[in-house]
C-alpha cells in the first residue's frame, strides 16, 4: 500500500513558479515510478510527468516541457514537481500518482488514467492573467 500526500499548491500569477511536493507513506515507495496528473476544470484528468523508481528517468507532456520539472528523494519518500514560467492554462487540481507502468509514452495512453494504481487527493493550482 501507498498513500499520497499532496501540498504546495496556491494562487501564483502568470509567469511566476510554484513547487508542488508529494509525500508518500509505504515502505515500497522506492519501487514506484512516480508521477503528476493535472485535471482542469470541465476536462479530461491529463498526464503531466513522470520519474523512474531510481530517479533515472523522466517523462513529460509536450505542454509542459522545459517548463516543468519532476524529481524525487527516496530517502524522504517524496516526490517534487517544479512549476515555473506558469500560464492561466496551468490551472488545475493535480494529482500525484504511483504506478509501475513503465516510463515513457505509455503515461500518454488515454485510458493510462483507469490503470494507475495509487493516487493522491490533488492540490489545487491557480494561476492568474
Known amino acids: 500500500q501507498v498513500q499520497l500526500l499532496e501540498s504546495g499548491g496556491g494562487l501564483v500569477q502568470a509567469g511566476g513558479s510554484l513547487r508542488l511536493s508529494c509525500a508518500a507513506s509505504?515502505?515500497?515507495?522506492?519501487?514506484?515510478?512516480m508521477g503528476w496528473f493535472r485535471q482542469a476544470p470541465g476536462k479530461e484528468r491529463e498526464f503531466v510527468a513522470t520519474?523512474?523508481?531510481?530517479?533515472?528517468?523522466?517523462y513529460y507532456s509536450d505542454s509542459v516541457k522545459g517548463r516543468f520539472t519532476i524529481s524525487r528523494d527516496n530517502a524522504k519518500n517524496t516526490v517534487y514537481l517544479q512549476m515555473n514560467s506558469l500560464k492561466p492554462e496551468d490551472t488545475a487540481v493535480y494529482y500525484c500518482?504511483?504506478?509501475?507502468?513503465?516510463?515513457?509514452?505509455?503515461?500518454?495512453?488515454?485510458?493510462?488514467?483507469?490503470?494507475?494504481?495509487?493516487w493522491g487527493q490533488g492540490t489545487q493550482v491557480t494561476v492568474s492573467s
Open positions: 509505504g515502505r515500497t515507495f522506492s519501487r514506484y515510478n
Open positions: 500518482v504511483a504506478d509501475t507502468t513503465p516510463i515513457g509514452s505509455l503515461w500518454k495512453r488515454v485510458g493510462v488514467k483507469n490503470e494507475i494504481e495509487y
Open positions: 520519474i523512474h523508481w531510481s530517479g533515472g528517468s523522466l
